[in-house]
């Protein structure tokens, strides 16, 4: 897996400001702009879109996680470009600059491998956009949630609200976006807007466990995803048309098996 600059010794700001490492099915994606919490630039947007890509035509890679260097896993988008695209915000340069920043959070959402966000230190605005976009969220217990667009005088974004609502639901969404309220880590855990929290020193050894499965079988990997999205939606389907979604998948599956695989001696030798 990928060393963090911390763990190797690298002066992290020697480094592209997003780094990009496959290795053994696993492709991991770090932010590293921690001088700035690891708010988003338009830079490091154009180094996530190529790693989206990369995910999509290796099929060789069976998940993907999102994790970044330094103590905060994400502050938002930089607000030098939030400045400047307030100067004249329906400009076509403002639009350019919120809309790559935007596509970063549909490319990690439509990435046809699960998606892991690793959550350390925060995720506030356009950073919790990113991490909820992905799958499966890994907190630490002292993590920061927080919407924090209304704490900076201005809507939310990049279909934060969506993401919202489709993690906890109308009154959390609520509750965070116009409130102000803030969780912590194991909060988070409790209201759906993540999976699991772990100490930092853990972190990796549970999302390792994680990837393991998908790692090992990328194709059947990206074919169950993809018919998660199209029973789960939004929008749901039906049962049965769940049962139709899932009939001819299963069936390549096991032809793919075979009739000796399932005895418990194995495979017949030839």
């Not at 998908?214 to 769940?242: F, M, N, Y």
Request: proline share 6%; aromatic share 4%.
């Amino acid at each position: 897996m990928l060393m963090t600059t911390e763990q190797d010794g690298t002066d992290a700001a020697s480094q592209p400001p997003v780094i990009i490492d496959v290795t053994d099915g696993v492709a991991t994606l770090t932010l590293n702009n921690p001088r700035r919490k690891n708010a988003i630039t338009l830079g490091m947007a154009a180094l996530i879109d190529d790693f989206c890509d990369r995910v999509e035509r290796d099929m060789r890679i069976g998940v993907a996680v999102v994790r970044s260097n330094g103590a905060y896993f994400c502050s938002g988008a930089d607000t030098r470009d939030l400045a400047a695209s307030s100067s004249d915000p329906a400009s076509p340069e403002a639009v350019s600059r919120t809309s790559a920043v935007y596509r970063t959070f549909v490319r990690i959402g439509e990435l046809p491998v699960p998606t892991i966000a690793r959550v350390v230190g925060g995720a506030v605005g356009a950073g919790l956009n990113l991490a909820l976009a992905a799958d499966i969220v890994i907190v630490t217990p002292d993590a920061v949630i927080d919407s924090g667009f209304a704490a900076r005088s201005i809507h939310p974004g990049g279909g934060h609200l969506s993401l919202l609502g489709r993690a906890t639901g109308w009154s959390t969404t609520l509750a965070m976006a116009t409130c102000g309220q803030s969780f912590t880590g194991t909060q988070a855990v409790d209201r759906g807007l993540a999976y699991a929290a772990a100490p930092e020193n853990e972190i990796d050894g549970l999302i390792a466990g994680l990837t393991t499965a998908p790692a090992a079988d990328p194709e059947l990997t990206r074919r169950i995803k993809q018919s998660a999205r199209l029973e789960l939606g939004p929008p749901a389907v039906s049962w049965a048309s769940a049962l139709e979604i899932e009939r001819g998948v299963q069936m390549w599956s096991m032809s793919r098996k075979g009739q000796g695989a399932w005895s418990s001696r194995g495979p017949a030798k030839s």
